[in-house]
């Protein structure tokens, strides 16, 4: 699939992220996929961008806070 950083990828990318997180099966997402009519996605595809996002989770959850910023709200 050669739909590089185009609004279709993005799109399709964010019903795969939205999935995985809502815990819908790989088997499951690729059906949601292919009932959106993109048919030319491989098996890989799914995993690959779940391992990238826990990747992506796990690094911001790790990372070092540096500054402290504290922000009050008068009513």
Known sequence: MCLRYSRI???LNSVIFESYIQG???RNVMNVVE????ENVSASYVPALASDLDA???SFLERRIDRVYLFSFAA
């Open 35 to 38: 009932s959106l009519g993109v």
């Open 24 to 26: 819908v099966s790989t």
């Open 9 to 11: 990828e993005k799109a």
């Open 56 to 58: 992506n989770v796990k």
